[in-house]
């Protein structure tokens, strides 16, 4: 059963940046797209962007075009999500999900809470 | 972008009891290639991540309780719980994942009353 695990907690400063990791653990990726997905303190879920792991093609949200990049490790199964240019409205939980075979986000990560703070 | 607009904001139904969630997307996310609409409803525990509870509008994902079934097409989608349980108090997420950027309803919380 595969799972999806994240890395730790982080604190930033702003200005800086930040890179998450999101390792599938038991299993792979195999052909599913990965995204990334943010939820501010007691906010909505937004979709920052995804990749396909066998490809590495990559599509991001406008908003965070230029500030995000998406990548992935096939050797060790794990996605990665840094964000740059760290503003205090980054704080949030960053959650990585699977692109199932449906489509819908089948498979989520723990979540990695980032606070950006001075 | 696909705007996604949930109602209502909040409910608190009595155990037992249904509980109806609607959705509406400034878009239609049904397919003409294979007619099935791109559409889901997530559960979000408190300190959870998400758990996907319904695809194509109306699919149960595996291991889902009956009491939630999923309707609508185009841009108008609703939640149902049929018996609303006491493990059923979460927030209520529909998302579309028609074309990026995949768009998120602003959620909706269920509590008991």
């Known amino acids: 059963q595969v799972q999806l695990v994240q890395s730790g907690a982080e604190v930033r400063k702003p200005g800086s940046s930040v890179k998450v990791s999101c390792k599938a653990s038991?299993?792979?990726?195999?052909?599913?797209?990965v995204s990334w997905v943010r939820q501010a303190p007691g906010q909505g879920l937004e979709w920052m962007g995804g990749?396909?792991?066998?490809?590495?093609?990559?599509s991001y949200a406008q908003r965070f075009q230029g500030r995000v990049t998406i990548t992935t490790d096939e050797s060790t199964s794990t996605a990665y999500m840094e964000l740059n240019s760290l503003r205090s409205e980054d704080t949030a939980m960053y959650y990585c999900?699977?692109?199932?075979?449906?489509?819908?986000?089948?498979?989520w990560g723990q979540g990695t809470m980032v606070t950006i703070s001075s | 972008d696909i705007v996604m607009t949930q109602s209502p904001d909040s409910l608190a139904v009595s155990l037992g009891e249904r509980a109806t969630i609607n959705c509406k997307s400034s878009?239609?996310?049904?397919?003409?290639?294979?007619?099935?609409?791109?559409f889901a409803w997530y559960q979000q525990k408190a300190g959870q991540p998400p758990k996907l509870l319904i695809y194509?509008?109306?699919t149960r994902e595996s291991g889902v309780p009956d009491r939630f079934s999923g309707s609508g097409s185009g841009t108008d989608f609703t939640l149902t719980i049929s018996s609303l349980q006491a493990e059923d108090v979460a927030v209520y997420f529909c998302?579309?994942?028609?074309?990026?950027?995949?768009?998120f309803g602003p959620g909706t919380k269920v509590d008991i009353k």
């Open positions: 878009q239609s996310v049904l397919s003409s290639s294979n007619n099935k609409n791109y």
């Open positions: 990749i396909i792991p066998i490809s590495g093609t990559t």
């Open positions: 038991g299993g792979t990726f195999s052909s599913y797209a």
């Open positions: 194509w509008a109306s």
């Open positions: 999900a699977r692109r199932g075979p449906t489509g819908a986000f089948d498979l």
């Open positions: 998302q579309q994942y028609y074309s990026t950027p995949f768009t």
